[in-house]
């Protein structure tokens, strides 16, 4: 009995093994980018990030995948003035759209899940608006990705991961404070970090 069990489990693996390896395209989203907007201490401040990605398998140990991502965000900066010891508060604007292509190498060739390791380079376009005051920003960067993704039976796919990467932005503009990207990396003084990256999607 335990024999026929083992068989049907080997039988039942074998056949999610081979759907999920016929798969050739991903397309998913991060969902919590979503409700950044419920995060934020200012209530008058609008947080808006969305991202999209797409996969493609070039082969069992080969995916590609491109992010488009948007983020707008309409918040309040406060500064203090040591000369006059007062502190002060501006609105700001800003926009960000962003591109980032992907080489995804999976080195256990199990197609589009499982573990993966990635390097992308990334372009960004940043427009601030602080009073009168436009300001435009073009970003290039480059990065490292690592994490796992799951494809279930019914094609449903979920997606952990993390990394680090660097941008640099034209012209110069160093941040003293940290802040998050429209795909979800978190920028600290040019370091990006990819501190815990989850996606949702469906595979076919």
Known sequence: MK????ICFVLLAMQQNIFCQNRKWTIQTSPFLM???LFIEDINDTLIIMDLETQYRISS????????????NDRTVYEYDYQTNKEHSFKENYYQVGIKPMYIHRPFETGLRGFFLGVYPNLGFRFSEVDENNKFFTELGFGFNLGYKWIFRSGLTMQIGTGIGKTFSIPSKINKDAYINSDGRLTIIRTDLTICEFKIGYSF
């Not at 024999?3 to 083992?6: A, E, Q, V, Y």
């Not at 140990?61 to 707008?72: A, P, V």
């Open 3 to 6: 024999r026929i069990f083992f």
């Open 35 to 37: 409700f950044s907007d």
């Open 61 to 72: 140990s080969s995916n590609f995948s491109l992010t488009l991502s948007f983020l707008y």
